[in-house]
Nanobody
Framework: QVQVVESGGGLVQPGGSLRLFCTAS????????MGWYRQAPGKQRELVAR???????YYADSVKGRFTIARDNGKNTVYLQMNSLKPEDTAVYYC??????????WGQGTQVTVSS
């Protein structure tokens, strides 16, 4: 069973930056589409960014120009660089792996808090 594990969350002031990491087990990481989702208290989980197995990227409008997703297939890792953070970015961030539109695995989540 494939496992994905997130790290890199924490507390940051508005305008600051954080980088999230997600590492997946297994030998076919390069075939997965990898995404970052987030869920704030009282809200539904939403897709923040995705990078496909072919390297195409997608960003939610709310994070375009501030967040960057990237993958390193040699390290089975996907990154989410978050700049110019806002209080409304506060949420639990989840890593997700899928292939051919089917869920492979969800991470346990990492908390990001943007507050002064």
């Amino acid at each position: 069973q494939v496992q994905v594990v997130e790290s890199g969350g924490g507390l940051v002031q508005p305008g600051g930056s954080l980088r999230l990491f997600c590492t997946a087990s297994g030998s076919i990481f390069s075939t997965y589409d990898m995404g970052w989702y987030r869920q704030a208290p009282g809200k539904q989980r939403e897709l923040v960014a995705r990078v496909t197995s072919g390297g195409s990227t997608y960003y939610a409008d709310s994070v375009k120009g501030r967040f960057t997703i990237a993958r390193d297939n040699g390290k089975n890792t996907v990154y989410l660089q978050m700049n110019s953070l806002k209080p409304e970015d506060t949420a639990v961030y989840y890593c997700h792996a899928q292939r051919w539109g089917r869920d492979i695995s969800w991470g346990q989540g990492t908390q990001v808090t943007v507050s002064s």
